[in-house]
């Protein structure tokens, strides 16, 4: 009889874990890294970034999508009760609560990391204020994308600042505020499309093409700046396609 209750905790323990990670969006994350190798060459050229803090700003990074990610499945419970009744929370994968806790632990945890890798507190408490703003307003106002390009566009800027001060330059690149800028752009067409994706299949694919886009997007602004990482950016493309044909989830 012991084994059966067991059982039972185990693959209760398994869905949840499942739901949290499809939560995250996970086939976007390889996003991330080609954000940070284009915010390192925007601040220094084609020069390679050591592997530990293009790591820890990497995770940084992580740890302030997770925080959107997870608030925005929380906020949206209702709403994706009606429509996506296969998503984590109305297919009771995990709980609000628990979404709740994770976000906030995430949020928190980018923000120390923020500080430690020396970056700028209050860009990185702005880029927590914005993430929120949008899980917010989304849903009520189609102004919304713009909210969305800025989270996009102050994540890279946090990133870049953190390279900025560890070589020294207390000011912002001109070249890093361009590629924020331009990313911030990007991010406001991806959002304004998806805005439009509900019930329909082909906008749905253009959205995942968008969203995987991003990493070539950042492979155009490496070559820009001269840097070989674009090669690593495009390897990032076609592993985020794959995630997507796989079934991770994008939006």
């Known amino acids: 009889m012991p084994f059966f209750p067991i059982q039972c905790a185990a693959m209760h323990n398994c869905r949840l874990l499942l739901g949290v990670v499809r939560s995250s969006r996970p086939a976007n994350i390889p996003t991330l890294f080609t954000n940070v190798a284009a915010a390192w060459a925007a601040v220094r050229g084609a020069e390679l970034p050591s592997a530990g803090l293009y790591a820890g700003t990497v995770l940084m990074g992580l740890c302030f999508y997770l925080y959107g990610m997870w608030e925005n499945d929380r906020?949206?419970?209702?709403?994706?009760?009606?429509?996506?009744?296969?998503?984590?929370?109305?297919?009771?994968?995990?709980?609000?609560?628990?979404?709740?806790?994770?976000?906030?632990?995430?949020?928190?945890?980018?923000?120390v990391l923020n500080m430690v890798l020396g970056g700028e507190f209050a860009l990185g408490a702005l880029l927590l204020i914005v993430i929120s703003l949008y899980n917010m307003f989304h849903k009520l106002w189609s102004g919304s994308i713009l909210l969305m390009g800025l989270c996009r566009?102050?994540?890279?800027?946090?990133?870049?600042?953190?390279?900025?001060?560890?070589?020294?330059?207390?000011?912002?690149?001109?070249?890093?505020?361009?590629?924020?800028?331009?990313?911030?752009?990007?991010?406001?067409?991806?959002?304004?499309?998806?805005?439009?994706?509900?019930?329909?299949?082909?906008?749905?694919?253009?959205?995942?093409?968008?969203?995987?886009?991003?990493?070539?997007?950042d492979a155009v602004w490496l070559l820009f700046f001269g840097s070989w990482l674009w090669i690593g950016a495009v390897l990032l493309w076609a592993g985020t396609r794959l995630l997507q044909r796989l079934g991770c989830r994008a939006t």
């Open 153 to 217: 566009g102050l994540w890279v800027l946090a990133a870049g600042l953190v390279f900025a001060h560890a070589a020294g330059e207390p000011s912002l690149p001109p070249a890093l505020a361009w590629y924020a800028f331009g990313l911030f752009a990007f991010t406001c067409v991806i959002s304004l499309v998806a805005r439009r994706e509900a019930g329909r299949p082909r906008v749905q694919a253009a959205v995942g093409l968008l969203l995987s886009g991003m990493c070539l997007f």
């Open 75 to 111: 906020v949206d419970a209702r709403w994706d009760a009606s429509r996506y009744p296969d998503r984590p929370v109305p297919c009771g994968a995990v709980s609000v609560s628990v979404l709740r806790l994770l976000a906030l632990a995430a949020g928190l945890s980018g923000l």
